[in-house]
């Protein structure tokens, strides 16, 4: 006997997603449906990315914990040195009184004298197996070091980090602008709007982006009240959502994959001539194929 789950009918289910399958609606008023729709969807408090996965750690959080594990490194070695210098000591006061016990052995027996040669025997012996235990435990600790240092090493040197915001338009195609921010992390959501600012369209009704704090902040809501535009944040965990931006994304970044940089000028330069390559070259996907965005901008205008 096999119990399964009732299946749902695909009909059935509901998302905001929904109102763009009527191809004969207008673009607008689709668009302003979905974003009533996500917004009453919505879960107002969840933060978004709240488990961050192991092989997605910051370089620097990994290297802080190299350096941690090989400063405990450091200290169990400090206690094995401590130890042995003491253990030293010991050896040196026992082999002193062995020398001077010598000169009592003419006054004792032999059986006397045999059984204080056995005990010493068994000392030096002991001394020489923690000699010999020392040698391993120098070469763990060299080895531990050794592999350490090798992972350091493996993970990539960066001396500055730097962010670049992607805005494209997904009408045309057209890469409006990368602002390019040295700080890197440490990006304000005033820097964002700033650069917005600059590079948004006037005529823009909607401005598409993901739910990251920079897009959620008041001063972004303040930007979008004062432009005049809507501002549509797509579903939690689904960059599909916004998918024309996440392919340029994956465009620039296999562009400049062997490309070099020293510095943030020389990748503004670089970044310059990205975008005068990507806005003239034909794309796919439009809806008149093998024109450039630039070429599809200026029909649409003429139109």
């Given amino acids: 006997m096999v119990i399964e789950q009732p299946k749902v009918e695909q009909s059935d289910k509901d998302w905001p997603g929904r109102v763009f399958e009527d191809e ?11 974003v009533t729709a996500s917004q009453a969807t919505s879960e107002p408090g969840v933060p978004e990315n709240t488990a961050e996965s192991p092989d997605k750690v910051p370089l620097k959080a990994q290297k802080r914990a190299l350096r941690q594990e090989e400063e405990a490194l ?26 001077q016990g010598r000169e009592a052995l003419a006054g004792q027996s032999a059986a006397e004298g045999e059984l204080q040669g056995e005990h010493w025997r068994a000392l030096r012996q002991q001394h020489r197996e923690t000699v010999a235990h020392r040698k391993q435990e120098d070469a763990e600790w060299r080895q531990k070091r050794k592999l350490i240092r090798e992972r350091l090493c493996q993970l990539p040197l960066v001396a ?31 820097m964002v709007v700033e650069a917005l600012r600059r590079l948004l369209p006037p005529e823009l009704q909607f401005l598409i982006s993901d739910r990251g704090v920079h897009f959620t902040a008041k001063v972004f809501q303040e930007l979008a009240r004062r432009e005049e535009f809507i501002h549509v944040v797509i579903a939690r ?8 931006a996440e392919r340029f994304v994956r465009t620039l970044k296999e562009w ?39 070429e599809f ?6 139109m």
């Fill in 74 to 99: 450091r200290a169990e070695r400090r206690v094995a040195r401590q130890r042995r210098k003491q253990e030293n000591v010991a050896w040196k006061r026992m082999r002193a009184e062995r020398k």
């Fill in 237 to 244: 965990h689904r960059p599909q959502s916004n998918g024309i």
């Fill in 256 to 294: 400049l994959r062997d490309k070099t940089w020293n510095n943030d000028e020389e990748l503004a330069m670089l970044i310059e001539q990205f975008i005068a390559e990507y806005n003239d070259r034909p794309h796919q996907g439009l809806p008149l194929p093998g024109l450039s965005p630039n």
């Fill in 160 to 190: 500055v980090w730097m962010a670049i915001l992607v805005i494209t338009d997904n009408c045309t195609r057209q890469c409006l602008g990368l602002p390019l921010f040295v700080v890197g992390s440490q990006v304000t959501a005033e």
């Fill in 24 to 34: 004969s609606r207008a673009y607008v008023e689709a668009m302003l449906d979905f």
């Fill in 297 to 302: 901008a200026n029909r649409i205008w003429l």
